[in-house]
């Protein structure tokens, strides 16, 4: 029998494209996901009858509250999902490869470029209750952490990614501020779901960054946006970081990939380099379609 992956948070942005991308990166798992209505990670005796009944041979854990406003308001639910839930669940692999999803979001953005050795300072709920985790998670020499920090793709309900979120508000009429000095490497999903895979495969635990090769701007990452999303147009204004309000955002969370790209078989690409190599074909703009 082919052995048995399991995706948490299969409804999720990531999740969904580890599952679509799954036969053709994956082709020797049985690869099966789990969404919030298929099981509540919260409830601890539900989880582990589960896990008895699944006998998975290997977790890829991209379930939680990832929404910093979310976490901000209600830090209790943050904490039950990201710490307590991500810490069961290791647990339950403790003899498993066990892959955890976290964020840049565990840094400060006081410098950018961050490594894996650079020291995390979080300055708000989400990158705390990652980091947190994330210290769950590496007890275990088995297991693995992959820091992300922007992802663009195309999610069941449209209400997933950072570009469905700046389109929608396009669409009701609104303005999208971005910031000129608030700085991301963001990537594709289905870049991250391919590398997620090569990882699992290659059977080197540890923490990793997973980010583009590019470091933008907000307002960069918008322009880029422009050519392929024409209800942007006329609805992006430039802002400044200085003129937030609600809960604290790193400025700089950019990072270094050199670990994670010498066990890929493919160069982690920078933002606007992969919209410049796509074709309007009419397929998924986020999906990764080369060779």
């Not at 701007?217 to 050519?227: H, M, T, V």
Request: aromatic share 8%; proline share 6%.
């Amino acid at each position: 029998m082919a052995p048995r992956a399991i995706i948490t948070g299969a409804a999720g942005l990531i999740g969904r494209y580890l599952l679509k991308t799954a036969p053709r990166w994956a082709p020797d798992w049985d690869v099966r996901g789990l969404t919030h209505a298929d099981l509540d990670l919260t409830d601890s005796v539900t989880v582990g009858r589960t896990w008895q009944s699944i006998k998975p041979s290997a977790i890829i854990h991209c379930a939680a509250v990832s929404r910093t406003k979310d976490c901000e308001q209600d830090p209790e639910k943050a904490r039950r999902v990201n710490v307590d839930a991500t810490a069961h669940l290791a647990r339950l692999s403790e003899q498993i490869p066990f892959i955890s999803l976290s964020s840049g979001e565990v840094f400060d953005g006081r410098k950018g470029w961050y490594s894996e050795v650079d020291t995390p300072n979080p300055i708000n709920v989400y990158g705390q209750t990652k980091l947190e985790a994330e210290q769950a998670v590496l007890q275990n020499a088995r297991h693995t952490v992959v820091r992300i920090v922007l992802t663009a793709g195309t999610s069941q309900h449209g209400d997933r990614s950072f570009v469905e979120d700046m389109c929608r508000t396009a669409k009701a009429g609104k303005n999208v501020t971005l910031y000129a000095d608030e700085f991301r490497c963001p990537l594709p999903a289905g870049v991250i779901a391919r590398a997620i895979w090569e990882l699992a495969g290659r059977k080197q635990p540890g923490l990793y960054h997973l980010g583009g090769s590019e470091r933008l701007s907000r307002w960069e990452i918008g322009q880029a946006l422009l050519p392929w999303y024409p209800e942007l147009k006329g609805r992006l204004v430039k802002g400044s970081a200085q003129n937030q309000t609600g809960a604290p955002r790193p400025a700089d969370l950019s990072l270094r990939c050199d670990k994670l790209q010498g066990l890929l078989s493919f160069r982690i690409p920078g933002f606007r380099d992969w919209l410049a190599g796509r074709s309007q074909s009419g397929r998924d703009l986020w999906d990764y379609v080369s060779p």
